[in-house]
């Protein structure tokens, strides 16, 4: 099956610095999602993706839909302690195809931000 | 509203034991999931339903049974649990039809450890 790739797979910085992080696939996306997951709770949307190219801010957060459509990236700044967890790049398999709404995980990139 | 609820939070099985996973959600969704998330490995699917009454195996099925038997809830069991079932699982909800895109609506998960 279609497998999402997050790099990096875990991040240490200090407060106020930006981060980037991205998720690469072998196979095209029409949708890209990026999910965030406190400790202990469930992931949350962040921002979604439909169009190649696009480029989406929701706040300190801004996410792009990579033009061959195989990526996406996801940039924070001034990061605060709060934005400690983990993000998850998500999007549905089977592009040219129904996917009864499944969603492809990326592993996660765990993000540590020291004050 | 309450969203997506899980119940219980924590569980700790002994080999062999079954027991039901609850999900319920109050936002009127045709699509609810299970998944599992294992450190390293990201979230992944094992079963889910289009809408009551219908169910459908994901990446992972196997030790899994659910059933969707009214719109709001998706019970997930495991019949007889095995230590590789150890985990956290999460229940997820979305709309149907064009609208999957949008995302998900994570439970807040539970936490299960089998001995």
């Known amino acids: 099956g279609q497998q999402l790739n997050q790099s990096p797979q875990s991040m240490f910085i200090q407060e106020g610095e930006d981060v980037s992080m991205n998720c690469t696939s072998s196979?095209?996306?029409?949708?890209w999602l990026w999910y965030k997951q406190d400790p202990g709770e469930g992931p949350v949307l962040l921002i979604a993706?439909?169009?190649?190219?696009e480029l989406t801010s929701n706040g300190r957060l801004t996410a792009q839909f990579g033009i061959t459509r195989k990526d996406s990236f996801l940039n924070i700044s001034a990061s605060i302690p709060s934005d400690v967890g983990i993000y998850f790049c998500a999007g549905p398999p089977n592009a040219g195809g129904t996917s009864y709404g499944k969603l492809t995980f990326g592993q996660g990139t765990i993000l540590t931000v020291h004050p | 509203n309450a969203g997506v609820t899980q119940t219980p939070k924590f569980r700790v099985l002994k080999t062999g034991q079954s027991m039901t996973l609850l999900c319920a959600q109050d936002?009127?969704?045709?699509?609810m999931y299970w998944y599992r998330q294992d450190p390293g490995m990201g979230l992944r699917l094992i079963h889910y339903?289009?809408?009551?009454?219908?169910?459908a195996k994901g990446e992972v099925p196997d030790g899994y049974n659910v059933s969707r038997l009214k719109k709001q809830n998706f019970l997930l069991g495991l019949e007889s649990a095995a230590p590789s079932q150890t985990s956290v699982y999460f229940c997820?909800?979305?709309?149907?039809?064009?609208?999957?895109?949008?995302?998900?609506?994570f439970g807040s998960g539970t936490r299960l450890t089998v001995v």
């Open positions: 339903s289009v809408g009551e009454g219908t169910t």
């Open positions: 936002m009127n969704h045709e699509y």
């Open positions: 196979s095209i996306f029409n949708t």
């Open positions: 997820a909800s979305s709309y149907g039809g064009m609208r999957t895109n949008y995302g998900y609506t």
């Open positions: 993706l439909y169009k190649a190219g």
